[in-house]
């Protein structure tokens, strides 16, 4: 029986299990199943499906890149980011997804086109984090990162027509996720201060709405 795959531990790294030109990591290069597309579930599978961090941080970080114009791919990533936060807040071990979104789809031009456009600022947040403030990413303050994260892709689906705005707010969850990741609580502030401004203009549009 194949073991489960270790988790990722860098940004690097989980860009690597989802990269369809680095099949050393990732692709299969007989089947070359990455360059036909990945579904959500066989993107999480690659980083396991026991972490929780680097699970939140697939979606996340799609919604960092260009394919955030995809139309309802803020939807998606809302959903999915919402079935993962919830499920790691209760403390499930194993990760569940629900048919309509373990199913969905990125072509292989799509994943590259990703994983290129992230490859430098996800080098560079791994240079400069480290083992940093592990009380705010360790139980029980894991929760509050949870739970901030919840009410903020919540606004999602909401917001489809603001494709920019999603993608300031993913890149908080990613900051987010990626901190209790590698436990460090600095990124961790620095996902919160996103996450609290977006959740400041959400305020501000319901107020102006009202």
């Known amino acids: 029986m194949k073991p489960p795959p270790s988790a990722p531990r860098s940004l690097t790294s989980l860009l690597d299990t989802l990269d369809p030109d680095n099949p050393a ?20 599978d690659r980083v396991g499906g026991r972490s929780f961090g680097a699970a939140l941080l697939v979606p996340a970080l799609i919604l960092v890149s260009p394919l955030s114009i995809i139309p309802l791919m803020p939807t998606i990533g809302g959903l999915l980011i919402l079935t993962i936060a919830i499920q790691a807040f209760f403390g499930r071990k194993h990760l569940w997804l629900p048919k ?6 990125l072509s292989g031009d799509q994943l590259t086109r990703a ?10 947040l791994d240079r400069k984090s480290r083992d940093r403030l592990r009380f705010l990413s360790a139980p029980p303050m894991d929760r ?8 903020v892709a919540a606004t999602w689906p909401f917001l489809e027509i603001l494709p920019m705005f999603t993608s300031v707010s993913a890149g908080g969850v990613a900051l987010v996720a990626f901190a209790l990741m590698v436990r460090d609580g600095v990124i961790l502030i620095g996902g919160y ?11 501000a549009l319901i107020s102006g709405l009202v």
């Open 25 to 44: 990591t990732g692709a299969d290069r007989k089947r070359r199943d990455a360059h036909n597309g990945l579904t959500i579930q066989a993107m999480l």
């Open 193 to 203: 201060t996103v996450l609290g401004g977006s959740l400041a203009v959400v305020v």
């Open 144 to 151: 509050i990162a949870l739970l901030a994260v919840m009410v």
């Open 115 to 124: 994983v290129q456009y992230l490859r430098r600022p996800a080098a560079w």
């Open 100 to 105: 309509f979104l373990a199913s969905r789809r």
